[in-house]
């Protein structure tokens, strides 16, 4: 198994580039979720999605879209990035989400926004 | 609304010093408490966790102990290693979703950085 995967692992954008950071699982896990690492400021809950074609949003979902469109796959859309953007985004699966589950990370993708 | 609170570091020890990193939580229902390492690098991975009061996590050395009276879960290791120097994260599970099983994500603390020197 492969795991969580993401990417790229780096990506440079100019301020109003959109772009897709890619997120894959091979587990069959049915929660899938997005976080970003500001330095400081732990780890952030972007968007999360609880099965195929069900997403909802997390503590920090201004600026970003997500999509659930197979059990496999998490894409993180940028649609008009902003310096603030900048960050680490990790993707993260878990059998279901529940209270118990343990939460399984990707490598993560570097961002930077000029 | 849920929080966790840690030491933030970096903290400095010698190797086959003790290490405590503390950790404190505010939750509204009964949580899940996690360890998570981050190397550097890396993503985060589970060290330990811990699903209900009194329990006890452990993995690699490393414990931390549920506790609901003083709202803790502080991770301990009797003789830390250079290996050990990594970002730790303490983290709660409490989903408030109305969907079954609930899936609002983990609350994560900043982080704590550990240095373990040769």
């Known amino acids: 198994n492969a795991g969580v995967t993401q990417t790229p692992k780096f990506q440079v954008l100019k301020t109003g580039q959109s772009m897709t950071l890619q997120c894959a699982q091979d587990?069959?896990?049915?929660?899938m979720s997005w976080y970003r690492q500001d330095p400081g400021m732990g780890l952030r809950l972007i968007h999360y999605?609880?099965?195929?074609?069900?997403?909802d949003q997390g503590e920090v979902p201004n600026g970003y879209n997500v999509s659930r469109s197979t059990t496999e796959d998490f894409p993180l859309r940028l649609l008009s990035a902003a310096p603030s953007q900048t960050s680490v985004y990790f993707c993260?699966?878990?059998?279901?989400?529940?209270?118990?589950?343990?939460?399984?990370f990707g490598p993560g993708t570097r961002l930077t926004v000029l | 609304g849920n929080s966790v609170t840690q030491m933030e570091g970096p903290v400095t020890l010698s190797e086959e010093a003790f290490l405590t990193i503390n950790c404190t939580y505010t939750?509204?229902?009964?949580?899940?408490l996690f360890w998570y390492v981050q190397y550097p690098g890396e993503g985060l991975q589970l060290l330990l966790k811990?699903?209900?009061?009194?329990d006890k996590g452990s993995n690699k050395g490393f414990e931390a102990t549920y506790r609901k009276e003083t709202t803790s879960f502080h991770l301990e290791k009797g003789s830390v290693q250079v290996s050990d120097s990594a970002v730790y994260f303490c983290?709660?599970?409490?989903?408030?979703?109305?969907?079954?099983?609930?899936?609002?994500?983990?609350?994560f603390g900043k982080g704590t950085h550990l240095i373990i020197q040769p």
């Open positions: 811990a699903t209900k009061a009194d």
């Open positions: 993260a699966s878990s059998l279901s989400g529940g209270r118990t589950d343990t939460q399984y």
């Open positions: 939750a509204t229902g009964y949580p899940s």
């Open positions: 587990m069959n896990h049915e929660y």
């Open positions: 983290a709660l599970s409490d989903p408030l979703s109305t969907y079954d099983g609930g899936a609002d994500g983990l609350t």
């Open positions: 999605s609880v099965g195929a074609g069900i997403t």
